[in-house]
């Protein structure tokens, strides 16, 4: 029966061993997928000013491009305007960009519909977000204009005639990119020359944003920008471009670990239920190894490992059966996301550090299990004796 027990303790460990395993892998799988969108669209490093909108740039910025750390530095312009196609109109953001961000942007492995272009020949073109471009029934193979607007500057607005007070610009639709909803739903991209005419800013921009090669210690080149830039400038990395989305996919992957952990913890108490019942069993057998010379450190210790190590035996099977069908699912894709998404199945990713913390996570509350009883329960045995 004792035996049956400790079976039935070290299977429970499997199982939870195996349910933090796949959970977290995929946890994981999500977690690479919403940053890789992220990464997509936002720069390696971005350089914004400490205070207002925009900026000049000083001749630091222009030198960085010979930096052979660096593979881009594209200036920005990015304002919030009114745009109206075919009659239906939408808010957006526009960005605005040159030839190089448009050569270098991972975007262009984005585009749905029609070609990641703002030029063509010399007519300026718009490349917009699938959502906003769905908002606004935009095709790229229609020819209609896509109109930009925005308050005049030093412009007195008159109730009777509001568009008096607003400047525009005419584009053309010539692609849709997916990312991501929050920047489809928002974003388009148009040239930089024709934001500096409609927001008259003949120099200034938003932000730089900074492409490095791959290998680069951003982090260094961080500190040297920042050094170089002055208190005028903040340079922001990936993570502290969107850091609120990076802590909160944090916080969710240790609650996550948190509960499945505590379930963990309440499938060892078996263990400590299973070992106590073993040794009142084997209490004869206690008398008879300590008529024969054992110390009473040496038979606690035989307790500890045999109770210590079902813990042992249910984290392989466990570690086993969460590898294995973390193979299957990114082997075959055993299940699917329902609906369309940009995966066609469940991501997995598993980590060597999941697996190292969940290994110490569950020899540390089985070695805990075992020792429990043996100080409570053996004492009262040995005592009884």
Same mark, same amino acid.
Request: proline share 4%; glycine share 6%; aromatic share 10%.
């Given at each position: ?79 919030? =305007? *009114?745009?109206?196609?075919?009659? &239906?109109? %939408?808010?957006?953001?526009? !960005?605005?960009?040159? #030839?190089?961000?448009? $050569? /270098? ?50 412009? =007195? *607005?008159?109730?009777?005639?509001? &568009?008096? %007070?607003?400047?525009?610009? !005419?584009?053309?639709? #010539?692609?849709?990119? $997916? /990312? ?206």
């Amino acid at each position: 029966m004792i035996n049956v027990i400790s079976w039935i303790s070290a299977a429970g460990i499997a199982l939870g061993t195996m349910a933090l395993v796949v959970v977290m892998s995929v946890y994981n799988g999500f977690d690479n997928l919403v940053k890789g969108m992220y990464h997509t669209f936002d720069a390696d490093l971005l350089v914004k000013p400490a205070e207002g909108k925009v900026f000049i740039q000083p001749a630091y910025f222009e030198e960085l491009a010979n930096d052979e750390r660096i593979s881009a530095c594209c200036p920005v312009i990015e304002e919030n =305007v *009114f745009l109206q196609y075919r009659g &239906m109109q %939408s808010v957006a953001v526009l !960005k605005a960009v040159d #030839s190089v961000f448009m $050569a /270098v942007s991972p975007l262009r492995e984005r585009t749905v519909q029609g070609k990641f272009n703002v030029y063509f020949g010399e007519v300026e073109e718009a490349v917009v977000g699938r959502n906003l471009a769905n908002n606004l029934g935009i095709n790229v193979a229609f020819i209609d204009p896509l109109w930009v607007y925005f308050p005049e500057r030093d412009a =007195v *607005f008159s109730p009777l005639d509001p &568009m008096a %007070s607003l400047k525009r610009e !005419k584009l053309f639709p #010539s692609g849709i990119f $997916a /990312v991501e909803q929050n920047y489809d739903s928002r974003y388009l991209f148009v040239p930089l020359a024709m934001a500096r005419r409609l927001f008259d800013y003949p120099k200034e921009i938003s932000y730089l944003e900074i492409r490095v090669h791959e290998g680069v210690n951003t982090r260094r080149l961080q500190r040297e920008i920042t050094a170089g830039a002055g208190p005028d400038f903040r340079v922001l990395n990936r993570y502290q471009q969107n850091e609120t989305v990076y802590k909160m996919m944090t916080t969710e992957k240790i609650v996550i670990f948190l509960l499945l952990g505590f379930i963990v913890l309440i499938i060892s108490c078996n263990v400590l239920g299973s070992l106590s019942m073993l040794i009142l069993e084997k209490k004869d057998d206690v008398e008879i190894l300590e008529s024969m010379g054992a110390k009473e450190k040496q038979i606690r210790t035989i307790f500890i490992t045999e109770g210590w190590l079902i813990s042992v035996l249910g984290l392989l099977t466990g570690l086993f059966l969460g590898l294995f069908l973390c193979w299957l699912q990114t082997t075959f894709g055993l299940i699917s996301l329902p609906g369309s998404f940009m995966v066609s199945s469940y991501p997995v990713d598993v980590q060597l550090t999941d697996l190292l913390i969940i290994s110490v996570i569950v020899l540390g509350l089985g070695l805990l299990a075992a020792y429990v009883p043996v100080r409570s329960v053996f004492n009262k045995a040995i005592s009884a004796a």
